[in-house]
């Protein structure tokens, strides 16, 4: 009973510190709007294994600070130039995605050149219904004029518009965080 009170105590303080009512002029309709709530953050430093996993002798991995990762084809002359130009060129409020989920139950989010999102599969359940209560920033123009207010996308497609609204983040502020090249080891000189 205690415990019954107790809780009602916090929701009675929290709920309306995170809602506000809205009444329109018309006279009486109110609706409630949930403040805006940033998306989950990225784990850079998970990001930045996951990378350097997977790096090879023809690719390095530029990753930018909202989890925009690029591949740069290797031997090149300065990745960060080319990870930003890759970056850029991607970069449209409607850029399509695909989504898939890998063996381990993570998911990879592609786009049009060589260009991803890596999430880990423990954070999927959290983002998946942080996009549900966000939709409205997540789809362009362009698509809430051809989608229903109803509608709900699958999980995966909700993943795949946070990775593209990141995208389109990591566009504006253009916040590399890291390089990740190969290893290209000297050759031996015999003496």
Do not use: Y
Not at 30 to 37: A, F, M
Not at 68 to 88: A, Q, S, Y
Not at 162 to 185: F, H, S, Y
């Amino acid at each position: 009973m205690v415990m019954a009170a107790s809780v009602g105590l916090v929701i009675a303080w929290w709920v309306p510190q995170r809602m506000q009512a809205v009444v329109d002029n018309e006279g009486g309709r109110g609706e409630s709007l949930i403040e805006e709530v940033p998306a989950p953050g990225v784990d850079v430093s998970r990001l930045v294994a996951f990378c350097a996993a997977n790096t090879t002798a023809d690719r390095a991995f530029v990753v930018f600070g909202s989890g925009t990762v690029v591949l740069v084809d290797e031997p090149c002359v300065d990745p960060v130039e080319e990870g930003l130009r890759i970056l850029k060129s991607c970069a449209a409020e409607d850029t399509a995605f695909l989504t898939k989920r890998t063996d381990q139950g993570d998911m990879m989010v592609t786009f049009r050149d060589a260009l991803f999102h890596w999430m880990p599969e423990k954070e999927l359940f959290s983002l998946e219904m942080w996009a549900a209560e966000n939709l409205g920033r997540l789809f362009s123009a362009s698509e809430r004029e051809k989608i229903s207010d109803d509608w709900m996308p699958s999980a995966d497609a909700r993943i795949g518009l946070i990775a593209r609204m990141r995208l389109l983040e990591d566009a504006e502020t253009l916040k590399v965080v890291k390089v990740i090249r190969p290893k290209v080891e000297e050759p031996i000189t015999q003496q």
